[in-house]
DNA sequence: AGTGAGATGGCCT
DNA sequence: GGCCATCTCACTA
């Protein structure tokens, strides 16, 4: 008999192993994971139906471009599964997964999610992903790959086929000229909880398109 | 459906 | 001092 890959058991929380890998690769295998926040005894939570890759030193729309390493991002350069959670414009955070290994910091912005209950409101955008979940700073430099924790991803049993899969360029990142159009940014196709803006697309390609920047 | 402006504060040069 | 990995509301059409 040949070997099998044991099917995803959902439920099951992602290792730390899941996260330390090439960004683009983790920020694809992110589409259908499930974001778990328990607040004050509930349980907050969503399938992740929006990515976007960071590529730390060479890529100059990350906060670690050049290496930068500021107070702020200094959680970006822990080992992949960690939270890198920053504030923006002043009044919204936005919710990241650390890639790759210690000292490697790329990540992955979660830009959307298709929430479990209709309570939690809307949840695609950053900024109101966060506010849903409950997630600010404090959760900055958060490891993800406990259960007991108050935040972490697990296992959905679903996952997006590669025609489902659409990427296109990333979102508000035009001072980063060409960088912008980088094809880095990851959506699951036709699910409405992908804002409208966002839904430009082409099919899913392999991630081993002409090396460049990416990898 | 698309455009434009304001909110608001921390971060970086 | 200027710039944001954003969101909302007002306004056009």
Redesign the pocket.
């Known amino acids: 008999m040949p070997a099998r890959r044991a099917r995803p058991v959902p439920g099951t929380v992602l290792p730390p192993e899941f996260f330390r890998r090439r960004t683009d690769s983790l920020a694809r295998a992110l589409l259908g994971k499930r974001l778990v926040r328990v607040s004050r005894g509930r349980r907050l939570s969503g399938l992740i139906v929006e990515t976007?890759a960071?590529l730390g030193a060479r890529d100059p729309?990350?906060?670690t471009w050049q290496n930068?390493r500021?107070?702020?991002?200094s959680s970006m350069y822990l080992a992949g599964g960690h939270a890198?959670v920053?504030?923006?414009?002043?009044?919204?955070h936005?919710f990241?997964v650390v890639a790759r290994g210690e000292g490697e910091p790329e990540?992955v912005?979660i830009r959307a999610l298709d929430p479990d209950s209709e309570a939690l409101g809307?949840t695609d955008?950053?900024?109101?992903?966060c506010r849903a979940l409950k997630i600010d700073r404090r959760l900055d430099g958060a490891a993800l790959w406990r259960a007991e924790e108050i935040i972490f991803i697990e296992e959905a049993g679903l996952s997006p086929r590669r025609e489902e899969i659409g990427i296109g360029p990333?979102?508000?990142?035009d001072?980063a000229g060409d960088a912008a159009a980088w094809p880095l940014r990851f959506f699951w196709r036709g699910n409405p909880h992908v804002s409208?803006?966002e839904r430009g697309w082409k099919n899913a390609s392999p991630l081993t398109r002409p090396s460049g920047p990416i990898t």
């Open positions: 976007e960071y729309a990350c906060h930068r500021t107070e702020r991002v890198y920053y504030m923006i414009y002043g009044m919204h936005c990241n990540a912005l809307r955008g950053p900024g109101r992903l990333r979102i508000g990142v001072y409208r803006k």
